[in-house]
């Protein structure tokens, strides 16, 4: 059975960094492609960034371009979102999705708060 596993949430400091990690399992997904969604409290869950295989295409939101990094390790399922320059305007559950055999998949969500 399909599972992710989102962890690497915590509180951070402003201008500070965070490493998400997500841990698949149940398949071999290396030529699916992944991504980070994020909802903060009171609005829409909003696209965060995606890697569509382990040929490294990437594309992020305008909000987080230049601040964070998407990345893949396929031998450990796993794909990571490398977050710096944190503001606060981050603040969201955090969660992973993986799109595989044309239905999606998502973690249960990590919390990421950053403080002033």
């Known amino acids: 059975q399909v599972q992710l596993v989102e962890s690497g949430g915590g509180l951070v400091q402003a201008g500070g960094s965070l490493r998400l990690s997500c841990a698949a399992s149940?398949?071999?997904?290396?030529?699916?492609?992944m991504g980070w969604f994020r909802q903060a409290p009171g609005k829409e869950r909003e696209f965060v960034a995606v890697?569509?295989?382990?040929?490294?295409?990437?594309s992020y939101a305008d909000s987080v371009k230049g601040r964070f990094t998407i990345s893949r390790d396929n031998a450990k399922n796993t794909v990571y979102l490398q977050m710096n320059s944190l503001k606060a305007e981050d603040t969201a559950v955090y969660y992973c999705?993986?799109?595989?055999?044309?239905?999606?998949?998502w973690g249960q969500g990590t919390q990421v708060t950053v403080s002033s």
């Open positions: 999705n993986l799109r595989y055999l044309w239905r999606d998949y």
């Open positions: 149940g398949g071999t997904f290396s030529r699916y492609a």
């Open positions: 890697i569509r295989w382990s040929g490294g295409s990437t």
